[in-house]
């Protein structure tokens, strides 16, 4: 419907189809105004005075008179409905007061280039059918740009702009926003951007909201500061989509990308929860923490984290965690030391090792969350890590992982024992610890066995016939006088006496030699013949 047949809330111009803004005393616009009412018009302008060219045709020579009329310096500047037939320079103009462009349309260039806006700027629903430069502008209010077209390239590099929206707004060229500072909130909600937009050096005294927006092409977001959040919560991007932010909280939940997606962050936090990827996706830490919050319903082709801090992540919600690739990351552990409590068994103690958020949680936390034991396992095996102690860490909690959720006491048990003996081959402390305990017990046992008293029976002489030689009955023995000392011929008692013996061991080897049997011979006693 054309506006001329709005209620569009002013007196309009009392020509046909015109919705200008009538000036008394005349009733109709500037743009239909007659020379000379024109310049008595604009004579009665003057520096900082109320302008209004509501719904009038603005051509670039009208607007120029307009401008120098006033000394390029406006008070309650009103262009809603306009129509900038020209280009429209406002390049270097001061507004005093609060200036509106609602539904104001450009067919030209619009240049806003150094101007300074001491109040308000709304510029909601306008269309700019080629360029829009706002380089080098000030805004102390809030500038508004919602629902409007930019046909060509927008330009705000080294604007400075108190807080701003841009929410459904549409930018059909190159967008940048280099070097902007937002000293407030700045909006950017269902906006889209057709071609490539640039975000370099810019300076967030708030949050930069991108939730819903829409990049077709392009997209380096790489702010200077960012005090609030960064958040592209559901947004999309079909090209590549590049974040470098540090000291925020950068939120990519329920978002997708089709191109590379870049993270370079820096003591920030980050929330991947949903996000959707079918390019390649990549998290750097460039300094600082980088806390990963949420990997929930993650899918992608392929994530790889570097230096992230994984402690407060759990992991349990990743559909296929092969897709993940660790390098550097940090992660909960276990308390160092003996623990007591009311479950079976009630005393264990505990090395040091990296355990998923998952398990610290199940283990350790106050609520011990339900968590599937088989499901730990698979996130433990599908896990890609580089560094080795890691991977070991992770082989460890996979095994027991596996232990936990074993069919039957018996497997429990000798998985049990494995882990008691060697920690289930990747302990090699233990294992040693076991043998040198087993070297010690039987070096004990043979110092004791060999320092105990022998009570050993002494065996009798071979005699070689099979049975052992058996002393000569009493007797058979020879007793030989002990001679006393000092008798006469005690020498010779004395040799006589070892003859004796001597004669004694042989008869006795004698008898022995009688009664032993002789081979083939039974030492049975003979049976009486009837």
Same mark, same amino acid.
């Given at each position: ?82 129509? $900038?037939? %020209?280009? *429209? +320079? @406002?390049?270097? #103009? ?9 539904? /104001? =349309? !450009? &067919? ?73 500072? $937002?000293? %407030?909130? *700045? +909006? @950017?909600?269902? #906006? ?9 050096? /810019? =300076? !967030? &005294? ?49 978002a997708r990308t089709e191109g590379r997606l870049t993270l370079r962050l820096a003591d920030a936090d980050v929330d991947l929860r949903g996000l959707v990827s079918r390019g390649q996706a990549s998290l750097v830490r460039r300094s600082g923490r980088v806390r990963v919050l949420s990997l929930e319903r993650l899918d992608v082709d392929r994530l790889s984290l570097s230096g992230a801090d994984l402690s407060g992540c759990h992991l349990a919600g990743v559909p296929d965690p092969g897709r993940l690739r660790l390098s550097g990351c940090v992660f ?199």
């Open positions: 419907m054309p506006p001329s047949l709005l209620d569009v809330g002013w007196i309009t111009c009392a020509r046909d189809d015109c919705p200008g803004a009538a000036h008394p005393p005349y009733g109709r616009c500037l743009a239909h105004l007659d020379p000379g009412e024109l310049e008595s018009t604009l004579r009665s302008l003057s520096p900082g005075q109320a302008v209004d060219l509501r719904g009038t045709a603005v051509s670039a020579e009208l607007l120029d008179l307009v401008l120098d009329a006033a000394c390029r310096r406006l008070g309650r500047a009103r262009f809603d409905l306009a129509r $900038f037939t %020209g280009p *429209a +320079r @406002f390049a270097g #103009v001061e507004f005093l007061g609060d200036a509106t462009f609602d539904r /104001a =349309r !450009f &067919d030209g260039l619009a240049s806003f280039f150094g101007a300074r806006f001491t109040g308000n700027a709304s510029f909601g629903a306008a269309v700019f059918a080629r360029e829009l430069t706002m380089h080098g502008s000030r805004v102390h209010g809030h500038a508004s740009f919602d629902r409007s077209s930019v046909g060509s390239d927008a330009l705000f590099g080294d604007a400075c702009l108190s807080s701003a929206s841009f929410d459904q707004a549409e930018f059909r060229g190159f967008t940048s926003f280099d070097g902007t500072g $937002f000293h %407030g909130e *700045a +909006r @950017f909600r269902g #906006v889209r951007f057709r071609r490539a937009v640039s975000l370099s050096r /810019a =300076r !967030f &005294d708030g949050a930069a909201v991108f939730e819903g927006a829409r990049f077709a092409a392009e997209a380096y977001l790489s702010p200077r500061s960012v005090a609030g959040r960064l958040a592209l919560a559901g947004a999309r991007a079909d090209g590549k989509l590049e974040i470098d932010a540090s000291g925020c909280l950068v939120d990519l939940s329920n909960a552990t276990t308390p160092r030391g003996v623990q007591l409590r009311l479950s079976w068994p009630p005393v264990r103690w505990w090395s040091k090792r990296q355990v998923l958020a998952d398990e610290h949680a199940w283990r350790f936390g106050p609520a011990r969350p339900a968590v599937d034991p088989g499901r730990l396992k698979h996130l433990y095996t599908g896990l890609r890590v580089d560094d080795d102690r890691t991977a070991t860490d992770f082989a460890f909690g996979a095994m027991e992982m596996r232990r936990m959720s074993a069919a039957g006491p018996a497997a429990r048990a000798v998985l049990g024992v494995y882990w008691l003996l060697c920690g289930y081959g990747l302990r090699t402390g233990r294992a040693l610890a076991w043998l040198v305990l087993v070297a010690a017990v039987a070096a004990g046992s043979l110092l004791w066995s060999s320092s105990a008293p022998q009570h050993v029976a002494r065996r009798p002489p071979w005699t070689g016939s099979g049975v052992p030689a058996q002393a000569p009955p009493p007797a058979a023995r020879a007793v030989v006088p002990r001679p006393r000392a000092g008798a006469p011929g005690t020498r010779g008692a004395v040799s006589g006496t070892h003859a004796a013996a001597r004669s004694g061991v042989a008869v006795r080897a004698d008898l022995a030699a009688r009664v032993a049997p002789r081979p083939g011979e039974s030492h049975d006693p003979p049976r009486s013949q009837p």
